[in-house]
């Protein structure tokens, strides 16, 4: 929910620069954190597989299978944005459209709280695609674009001057990045939960744990994506 | 929706073991002769209680002829699967499908049992034209909907089509639609369950709507025409991925018990009668191998007695076959519970070496030759049937009515309703107790119970006891 409130500086030039990166980094960070904590996006998963197996080996297994699908669908949200980075006069609208997306996505959340059960269909076996499904589907990797758009503008991946080529090669190894520093720190708060409760706490804490996260997650993508909206329109003037 | 998961979902079969004991228990109550509603009575358990072993509400439905037979929640300990992620639901309404009818009943256990109240009626139509199924019976809560298997396929005496399962939503109770994908060769249906985090599901079969809705068809069942298949799938796929023949004088394989345990790739089923000796038997099924296995590991001989204690039925065999009609397996896989409703007798048998039941304890009460009386003297007409056991595993519960039309066939005499308690000894053994002891309205027969906050056939695991 704080992601948004981080990406404040986004777009304030010169003097701010250097911070507004520093904001958007933590931001990116406790995004992943927050996705990590998250039960939904699956640590339950990993201490199940260490339990039924009897071996740690078989949650840290599982973690990889979590990582490598959220990654998956952060590169598959992030991605097409990092193309159209290279139609550089069109970059306003770009980021104007990826606001009210993050925004209209999070309002059908609001609205549509029914909660897609089709995921539980998903064969325990097939633990990369049920990552990645759930990504989708609860728009994890959605609430990444105005970070990455943020980014991409704090370090003028988006200034027209650049050849289209360089710009391309730029902007994919930004989304690149921001994937990995996002799922990296997933999967460390995801895998530390996971542990602990296969390794100290005990199978209680599952339930225990377990708050209903869906209107704060939904509120989340929401501020993110107006504040990512009111400062695109503020330095627009 | 809730913020957090109801208190009655347990992660393990231990932590369900460990929590609070139940206070009401839920029993089903059919009008044999269809004069008058189906309803469901509220019984207090609670021991000290003033009301102790008493109906204390009873639910009376607004049709009648539905003929209530089994139930179930719309949700459970399944909804911590980890692939669901979303365990925001109650445990709530109880999902009650008239066999005869094909309605489903929902009723509304909150805010307190003793107010329970209908909650939405699903008219038959509705679960003809959405599954082409009919006679739903038996109920699981799935992480991803309401299961329920059904005993008749299309048409008006259920045969066009074979029977199936089918998917509710366990919010909105929408009938969602057929289960199956690909059902092999798969034409009967009765008890179903599964191991979720081992992906797979395991069926059995009774018989079609013909050889039961008007009473059991001797015929059919001499020449071996009643169930006597398991079936395994593959739970996520919908696919049939393996069937067992018993053997076809091994009819009607009924109760499917799954080890709780999901790291125990084993299970049990009950077999009613062996054409060949009258013999009833259970069978362990196990999985090795990615092969599913089943043998026949113990069996429960038939009692000779004189042809004037016996119904017409069975004045030619001059014997009491057992009839193995339900078995129910303790929340710790240690127990299993085997009611021999035809001699009159609950038999507890130590499955903690799967393939090697020992015989560990056994009450007689009712029975058709023996007719043992309730140790309070009252008499329990009929035998010990649909049987649960509490989740701590120390009180075993049952009833005494199998079908309508069975009972008046096995028990001409009449089967008023009773439902009955046990206590389990710390090592295994059985006593009835004393106190406990429910008399229903005259003109209702009593059939599955089930408890407050889950007991051992509703919940499902994904993690293992550790």
Known sequence: ?237 | MTMRPDPTFHASPKLAMEAPAENFAYTLLLSPDFSKPDALAVIDVKPGSPTYSQIVHTVTMPNKGDEFHHFGWNACSSALSPLAGHAFIERRYLIIPGLRSSRIYIIDTKPDPTKAKIHKIIEPEEVFKKTGYSRPHTIHCGPDGIYVSTLGGGGKDGTNGPPGVFIMDCETFEVLGRWEIDRGPQTLHYDFWWNLPRDYMVTSEWALPPQFENGIVPEDLLANKYGHRLHFWDLRARRNVQTIDLGANHQMALEVRPAHDPVREYGFVGVVVDTTNLEASIWTWWRDGGKFHAEKTATIPPEPAPKEKLPPLLQGFGAVPPLVTDIDLSMDDRFLYVSCWGTGEMRQYDVSDPRKPQHAGSVHIGGIARRTPHPNGKAFAAGPQMVEISRDGKRVYWTNSLYSTWDDQFYPDGVPGAEVMANVGRNGGLELDKDYFVSFPDGYRAHQIRLEGGDCSTDSFCYPSV
């Open chain 1, 1 to 237: 929910m704080f992601d948004g409130l981080l990406l404040l500086p986004v777009g304030l030039d010169g003097m701010y620069a250097s911070q507004t990166l520093g904001w958007l980094w933590l931001a990116l960070v406790a995004s992943g954190l927050y996705h990590g904590v998250n039960p939904g996006m699956g640590w339950p998963l990993a201490v199940s597989a260490g339990l039924m197996d009897k071996s740690p080996r078989a949650l840290f297994r599982a973690l990889w299978a979590l990582a490598a699908g959220h990654l998956l669908a952060t590169l598959l949200v992030l991605l097409p944005f990092a193309f159209l980075l290279v139609l550089a006069q069109w970059q306003r609208p770009i980021q104007l459209v990826a606001s009210l997306v993050v925004i209209g996505f999070g309002v059908y959340r609001l609205i549509d709280r029914r909660h897609p059960r089709a995921l539980a269909r998903i064969p325990p076996t097939q633990l990369v695609l049920w990552s990645f499904a759930v990504a989708i589907a609860h728009g994890a990797a959605l609430m990444l674009v105005p970070i990455y758009l943020g980014l991409c503008q704090a370090f003028e991946l988006d200034a027209g001057h650049k050849a289209a080529g360089a710009l391309m090669k730029a902007s994919v190894g930004m989304a690149v990045l921001v994937s990995l520093v996002h799922v990296a720190a997933m999967v460390s708060a995801g895998g530390c939960l996971a542990w602990l409760v296969y390794r100290y706490l005990g199978l209680k804490f599952v339930s225990r744990s377990w708050f209903n996260l869906d209107v704060v997650w939904a509120i989340s993508l929401v501020l993110v994506g107006a504040v990512a909206l009111a400062f695109n329109l503020a330095s627009w003037r």
